[in-house]
T-cell receptor, first 112, second 111 residues
Framework: DARVTQTPRDKVTEMGQEVTMRCQPI?????VFWYRQTMMQGLELLAY????????DSGMPKDRFSAEMPDATLATLKIQPSEPRDSAVYFC??????????FGQGTRLTVV | DQQVKQNSPSLSVQEGRISILNCDYT??????FLWYKKYPAEGPTFLIS?????DKNEDGRFTVFLNKSAKHLSLHIVPSQPGDSAVYFC??????????FGQGTTLQVKP
């Protein structure tokens, strides 16, 4: 049963600490997205990759966020330093080319 | 700059009646549209999609309508069931593969 796997499911951290969220996309999917769920913006696109190359990361605060795909089986989203306003649920999704995207269960981040 | 907009944060309907969820977009480069459903503590799941070459797509109780001239799409659920209660997201895909979502509409179906 192919699925997108995100770790950790929940993360509580102190302000100023580095946070790393990981995502294993579905095998064979060449497009990977990172979204943040907020009340006002809904599902806000942070960054996306095709064939591991970043295509657009204009949705990310550049000074503190970074997204990478070290290999085809792993995507990471890092926040350094983290701030309370970063508290949200972060979703990873993967898709085959332009087909429908499949989402992971999300990482709930709380920065205190 | 919200390119995909769902202007109704919530909708409440009676079981058995029709639910209509609306979505507007601004970018004429979008050519593929999707609806996702989300339950609490879960990731969004795909529901139905439509290509810009069509104006209607139907799958069981779910129908999506696309009005390109108005840059508007809608999702109809008929008959609505209590299990349909969830947050519904509209999404639009451009030819670059970028997938943009709206703010979501919370649907409550009352028994």
């Amino acid at each position: 049963d192919a699925r997108v796997t995100q770790t950790p499911r929940d993360k509580v951290t102190e302000m100023g600490q580095e946070v790393t969220m990981r995502c294993q996309p579905i095998l064979g999917h060449n497009t990977v997205f990172w979204y943040r769920q907020t009340m006002m913006q809904g599902l806000e696109l942070l960054a996306y990759f095709r064939n591991r190359a970043p295509l657009d990361d204009s949705g990310m605060p550049k000074d503190r966020f970074s997204a990478e795909m070290p290999d085809a089986t792993l995507a990471t989203l890092k926040i350094q330093p983290s701030e309370p306003r970063d508290s949200a649920v972060y979703f990873c999704a993967s898709a085959p080319n332009r087909g429908r995207a499949f989402f992971g269960q999300g990482t709930r981040l709380t920065v205190v | 700059d919200q390119q995909v907009k769902q202007n109704s944060p919530s909708l409440s309907v009676q079981e058995g009646r029709i639910s209509i969820l609306n979505c507007d977009y601004t970018n004429s480069m979008f050519d593929y549209f999707l609806w996702y459903k989300k339950y609490p503590a879960e990731g969004p799941t795909f529901l139905i999609s439509i290509s810009s070459i069509k104006d209607k797509n139907e799958d069981g109780r779910f129908t999506v309508f696309l009005n390109k001239s108005a840059k508007h799409l809608s999702l109809h659920i008929v008959p609505s069931q209590p299990g349909d209660s969830a947050v519904y997201f509209c999404a639009a895909n451009s030819n670059t593969g970028k997938l943009i979502f709206g703010q979501g509409t919370t649907l409550q179906v009352k028994p």
